[in-house]
């Protein structure tokens, strides 16, 4: 099993108060159970971890995946090894997402005279959503290439 700990930059927390470090955790068993999952559990409530990455091989059991929640208000992230083969980031279809801080949001909504309701979504389980880690409410920038007006950007909030 091979683990990381992160923790971030003062750029970022300059940015982005709320985040804290990050705990990301490889697990090499083939099907992952209840026992590993609270062992992870109890790793992230007791070094007081923010956010958790966990990467397993094949299977996740029900067991072990309702044990998730029981970590809030961090947050445990769970990925299969094969989805992260390919890098979404990369690849030419995918246009660039950035994460918007609570004040760039609030500009946001000011300057298009919007509430948070009227703007268009993008779901937590969609793979960039999954990939930067959004939580619900927050807002993402997406810079897509356009052939009649070269850049434009659009912005999405999580639900």
């Known amino acids: 099993m091979m683990c990381y700990q992160a923790v971030p930059t003062e750029d970022a927390l300059a940015k982005f108060p709320e985040m804290g470090s990050l705990w990301v955790e490889f697990c090499d068993e083939e099907n992952v159970g209840v026992k590993t999952m609270d062992a992870l559990c109890l790793h992230v409530l007791e070094k007081n971890f923010q956010t958790a990455i966990f990467v397993y091989q094949n299977n996740l059991t029900s067991g072990a995946a309702k044990r998730i929640p029981s970590v809030a208000p961090a947050t445990i992230d769970t990925f299969q090894e094969a989805d992260l083969v390919v890098n979404i980031t990369h690849h030419v279809l995918v246009p660039r997402h950035i994460l918007l801080s609570n004040a760039e949001k609030k500009e946001l909504l000011s300057r298009y005279r919007l509430k948070e309701s009227q703007l268009p979504r993008i779901q937590r389980e969609d793979p960039m959503a999954r990939y930067l880690g959004l939580k619900r409410g927050q ?14 950007a659009s912005y999405r909030i999580c639900l």
Do not use: D, N, Q
């Open 139 to 152: 807002v993402v920038k997406i810079i897509r290439l356009s052939v009649t007006s070269g850049k434009y």
